[in-house]
């Protein structure tokens, strides 16, 4: 008889080879879907409609580790170590008691206008666009708990790429509010299913000592998740009150555009934290330092030569994506997109810092970046620097302060170090053959074409390095992704 685990995608697991495979897979299919939504906000509706929208995602998914009070670490990493899906319901009682509340909250504020310049006729659409959206984080890392990859992705993949192109068409003549309430909905119908799915042992289970377990590990990650919010969702906001939303909406699509790039390298993070967790409870430490050793470095070199490619080609990148022909705007992107490779960094050391220990190191690290940041654009206003100049500079700022700092804690705790001299080397050599490439590429041909093969020759080289480089980092992220 045919294993009917195998059949239902909520509850397979694969896996890490298999787990790294269908997390690349889904990423490259949900940074499709947003890229599409983007596009089609931009040429049905308008830039401005298309910064209204990003403002609200903006501030949306940042929040999120704060709304759902650091749930989103501690859900799958109490639940990986014990096996116990009790947490889950524990998760479920919190949400209604912590989570609704605060969006409410939250919603209230911004219909009473504690953001200056945020239009009070999107604080309901935030409010049901935030609510579906939480419970689909909840969910999501309740499948990282219990290794359940597929399903997660499945799940991301549905609610964040598929549901609102398809919604789009079908609504966007009714306005920004309109889309914003029923990508809301959609997703929280799908989010509450799945989640029905996976609790369905686990409702009799919850106790008080659970809930405080979650509650104590996760509010030690509020801190970092406010730092998230003002890392990302930050310079929008500091702008908001002295630029037109156009230039809003050009800040947000290069951060939309960096932030896409987590949807193929954060669900590394998803698959790392339960599993360095179970690692490190069964003092496994040695054997994942390799592997993690090999995951930084590759982490860093691609997110590298994506950053120039991003930037040298962010005029053609506008007109395509957008339909955009704005220099100014075009040149914001092309600064805001070098923080790439900090900010990759950041995200997928995260979740080997929370494995690590109970304390809340991410708190420190996302807390000095955020300082930065605020202190590099107060700093450059007071030099008389344009705000969309200085919010971009700030951006990558704290972003490189956060990088550093998450590279301290890695070193402290697994002793990885990338400051090694032939790997620095090979970073140099691969920033000197894009730069030469790309620019070599757009003196012959512009426009899509321009991007296509600028994009292919250089994920080809990227290719060729990685399949023939005997380099030891190497060969152990070719051993890491070949592992099952």
Request: proline share 3%; glycine share 12%.
């Amino acid at each position: 008889m045919i294993d009917k685990v195998r059949l239902n995608p909520f509850a397979y697991e694969m896996g890490f080879r298999g787990d790294v495979f269908i997390t690349l897979l889904n990423g490259i299919g949900v940074i499709a879907g947003v890229l599409v939504l983007y596009g089609l906000i931009a040429r049905f509706m308008g830039v401005e409609a298309l910064g209204e929208f990003l403002l609200v995602r903006r501030i949306t998914f940042p929040l999120m580790g704060i709304l759902l009070v650091g749930m989103t670490t501690g859900l799958p990493y109490y639940v990986s170590r014990l096996g116990d899906n009790a947490y889950g319901s524990a998760a479920l009682l919190l949400f209604g008691l912590l989570t609704l509340p605060l969006i409410s909250l939250a919603s209230v504020a911004l219909h009473y206008g504690v953001l200056s310049g945020f239009p009070h006729t999107l604080a309901l659409p935030f409010f049901i666009f935030a609510v579906g959206y939480a419970l689909q984080f909840l969910v999501y890392g309740l499948f990282r708990g219990h290794l359940n990859i597929l399903g997660a992705n499945l799940l991301q993949l549905i609610g964040t790429g598929l549901i609102p192109v398809g919604l789009f068409f079908l609504l966007y003549r009714r306005g920004i509010p309109s889309l914003l309430m029923a990508f809301g909905l959609g997703t929280l119908i799908l989010s509450g299913l799945a989640g029905i799915i996976k609790l369905r042992d686990g409702w009799s289970g919850v106790d008080g000592r659970k809930i405080a377990q979650l509650l104590v590990y996760g509010v030690q990650r509020v801190p970092s998740s406010l730092a998230f919010f003002i890392l990302l969702g930050g310079v929008p906001l500091l702008i908001l009150s002295s630029t037109s939303k156009a230039e809003i909406a050009f800040v947000n699509s290069g951060i939309s555009l960096i932030r896409l790039f987590m949807v193929v390298v954060g669900p590394l993070g998803v698959v790392l934290l339960p599993r360095l967790s179970k690692a490190l409870a069964a003092d496994q430490k040695a054997r994942i330092i390799d592997g993690l050793e090999a995951l930084v470095k590759t982490t860093f070199l691609v997110g590298v030569t994506l950053a120039i490619f991003l930037s040298i080609n962010s005029e053609a990148l506008m007109r395509v994506w957008l339909g955009s022909e704005s220099t100014a705007g075009a040149d914001i992107v092309a600064l805001i997109v070098l923080a790439l490779p900090f900010y990759l960094l950041m995200a997928v050391l995260r979740a080997p810092i929370d494995a690590a220990s109970v304390r809340g190191y991410n708190s420190l690290i996302y807390g000095a970046a955020a300082l930065a940041l605020l202190t590099i654009f107060y700093g450059l206003k007071l030099a008389g620097v344009d705000s969309t100049v200085a919010g971009a500079i700030s951006f990558i700022g704290g972003h490189m302060t956060g990088s550093v700092a998450s590279l301290y804690y890695t070193y402290k705790f697994y002793g990885i170090n990338i400051t090694s001299p032939w790997y620095l080397m090979t970073v140099l050599g691969m920033v000197t053959f894009s730069i030469i490439l790309v620019c070599s590429i757009n003196a012959l041909v512009s426009g899509l074409l321009s991007l296509l093969l600028g994009g292919i020759t250089l994920l080809l080289a990227l290719g060729l390095l990685f399949m023939k480089s005997r380099s030891a980092w190497i060969v152990d992220f070719r051993s890491l992704v070949t592992t099952r």
